[in-house]
C-alpha cells in the first residue's frame, strides 16, 4: 500500500486515537496510586482515603494512597509531575499547594498548570476563624471593633508561613480595614493546642481540623470563610456577611500527569462522579465537614484559575516568602 504524507499522517493519528481508545476501555487494569502530598491525618488525606476505597469498589482494581508530605505539598507534588501518563498515579492535592505555592516559593520544581491535567474536584471546606472562649469579642463585628480600638493587634494563629490560614488572616486585616498580628506555627494542631490553652486568642484553621472542639466548646467559631454558611456549623455566619467580598475556601481536586490519554480522563472522572455521589462517601464526607464538589476537568481548571489569581497578590500583600 502506498501512502502519500497526508495519508499518512492521517493514517497515523486514525492508529493512535484507536490505540488510545483501546487503552481506555481497559482502564484500570491494573493498581492505582492517589499521591497526597499531605501528611496522615490532613483534610486531603482523609478525602483521599475515603476516594481511594469507593474508586477501588467500583473500578474492581486496588486503589491507595501514598502520602508524600514535605515543603508545603511541593515534594510529592514535584514527584507525582514525573511520573507515567497512563492514568495509575494520580495527584489529589488541595487549593493551597497548587495555588498558592508558585506564588509563595522563590523556587518550585513544577507548574500547576502545565504539568497537570485536571480529572476532577472531589470536595471543598470552609476555614474557619476560632477564638478561645475567653476572648472579649463573641462575634466577627465585635472582632473587628476591638481591633480598632486596642493599642495592640489581635494575634492569629496559623499553620505556618505562608500558609492558607496565615493568607486568609491577612485578606480579613486587608478587606475589614484593621490590623491582625500574624502568629505562625509548624502545623495546625499546635496551633489550635495553644488558643484552647489561652497561650493566643485566634486561628483559622481548616473545618475538619476543629470542628469537634467547636462543638464540645473548646473553641468559639466566629465565622467561615466559604461564601455561604457551613452545612456543618449552620449557626456561625460566613465572614463576608460582615465583611463583603471575604472568601477562601480550601479544595479537594484529582489531577493526572499532563499527557494522560483523554479517554483516561473521562472514565476517571466517571468513577470519581460515581464516588462522590454514592451515599456512604457523602455521609463519610459530611461527618468530616467537608462538602462534595461535582464536576468535570473543565470546572476543576477553572477554581485552579481563580485561586491563582485570587492568591498570588494576597501572598505578594503579606510579604510572605519561602526559599
Not at 111 to 118: E, G, L, M, Q, S
Not at 261 to 277: G, M, R, W, Y
Amino acid at each position: 500500500m502506498n501512502l502519500n504524507r497526508r495519508d499518512f499522517g492521517a493514517f497515523t493519528t486514525a492508529g493512535l486515537l484507536l490505540g488510545s481508545k483501546a487503552f481506555a476501555e481497559q482502564y484500570p487494569s491494573k493498581l492505582i496510586t492517589i499521591v497526597v502530598p499531605q501528611a496522615p491525618g490532613g483534610t486531603n488525606d482523609t478525602v483521599g482515603r475515603i476516594l481511594a476505597q469507593k474508586l477501588g469498589e467500583l473500578s474492581n482494581q486496588r486503589v491507595i494512597v501514598e502520602n508524600r508530605p514535605g515543603a508545603n505539598g511541593n515534594i510529592g507534588t514535584e514527584y507525582a509531575a514525573r511520573q507515567s501518563k497512563e492514568g495509575y498515579t494520580l495527584l489529589l492535592t488541595v487549593s493551597s499547594t497548587q495555588a498558592i505555592n508558585p506564588a509563595l516559593y522563590k523556587k518550585i520544581s513544577f507548574d500547576p498548570v502545565k504539568d497537570f491535567d485536571p480529572v476532577a474536584p472531589v470536595g471543598v471546606v470552609p476555614n474557619v476563624l476560632v477564638a478561645n472562649p475567653s476572648f472579649s469579642a463573641k462575634t466577627m463585628a465585635e472582632l473587628i471593633q476591638v481591633a480598632k480600638t486596642s493599642k495592640e493587634a489581635p494575634q492569629y494563629a496559623s499553620a505556618g508561613n505562608g500558609s492558607l490560614n496565615h493568607l486568609l488572616g491577612a485578606m480579613l486585616a486587608s478587606r475589614a480595614g484593621i490590623q491582625l498580628q500574624h502568629v505562625p506555627y509548624r502545623g495546625v494542631a499546635p496551633a489550635l493546642t495553644d488558643v484552647m490553652g489561652g497561650q493566643i486568642p485566634l486561628a483559622f484553621a481548616s473545618l475538619p481540623s476543629c470542628i469537634e472542639f467547636i462543638k464540645s466548646g473548646k473553641l468559639r467559631a466566629l465565622g467561615v470563610s466559604s461564601p455561604k454558611r457551613s452545612f456543618a456549623l449552620p449557626d456561625v455566619p460566613s465572614i463576608s456577611e460582615v465583611v463583603p467580598g471575604y472568601t477562601g475556601e480550601l479544595w479537594v481536586g484529582l489531577f493526572s500527569v499532563h499527557g494522560t490519554p483523554a479517554p483516561v480522563i473521562a472514565k476517571l472522572n466517571e468513577l470519581v462522579a460515581q464516588a462522590v455521589a454514592a451515599p456512604d462517601v457523602q455521609e463519610r464526607f459530611k461527618v468530616a465537614g467537608v462538602e462534595p464538589l461535582t464536576g468535570g476537568p473543565t470546572r476543576l481548571a477553572q477554581l485552579l484559575k481563580e485561586d491563582i489569581a485570587r492568591w498570588a497578590p494576597i501572598v505578594k500583600e503579606s510579604g510572605a516568602v519561602v526559599d
